[in-house]
């Protein structure tokens, strides 16, 4: 089945940086096209970006455009999230997920790992 682990997040101030990753199993990555949505604590998902199964057709959140930096590694069935110039309103939790589309409502059902906590102090 489905497998997502993310991982890399952590504690970090305002302005700093953070890399996650995802590593999948149990199905063909480089088949399809992967997202980054995130959850704030007592909101709804938030789509974040997305990466074409080739690594390309990239596409971000206004809110990502500039600062975070999508990418994958086929070979190592891989997902990576490089975000730049944190900001304490990007504290939460990040998931990765097949593309379901750019609305968070469009993965309230779809497979995602654990999540990995981002938290930015001010």
């Known amino acids: 089945q489905v497998q997502l682990v993310e991982s890399g997040g952590g504690l970090v101030q305002t302005g700093g940086s953070l890399r996650l990753s995802c590593a999948t199993s149990?199905?063909?990555?480089?088949?399809?096209?992967m997202s980054w949505v995130r959850q704030a604590p007592g909101e709804g998902l938030e789509w974040v970006a997305r990466?074409?199964?080739?690594?390309?057709?990239?596409a971000y959140a206004d809110f990502a455009k500039g600062r975070f930096t999508i990418s994958r590694d086929n070979a190592k069935n891989t997902l990576y999230l490089q975000m730049n110039n944190l900001k304490h309103e990007d504290t939460a939790t990040y998931y990765c997920a097949q593309y379901q589309g750019s609305t968070g409502a469009q993965y309230k059902d779809a497979d995602r790992g654990q999540g990995t906590q981002v938290t930015v102090s001010s």
């Open positions: 149990g199905f063909t990555f480089s088949a399809y096209t």
């Open positions: 990466v074409g199964s080739a690594g390309g057709g990239i």
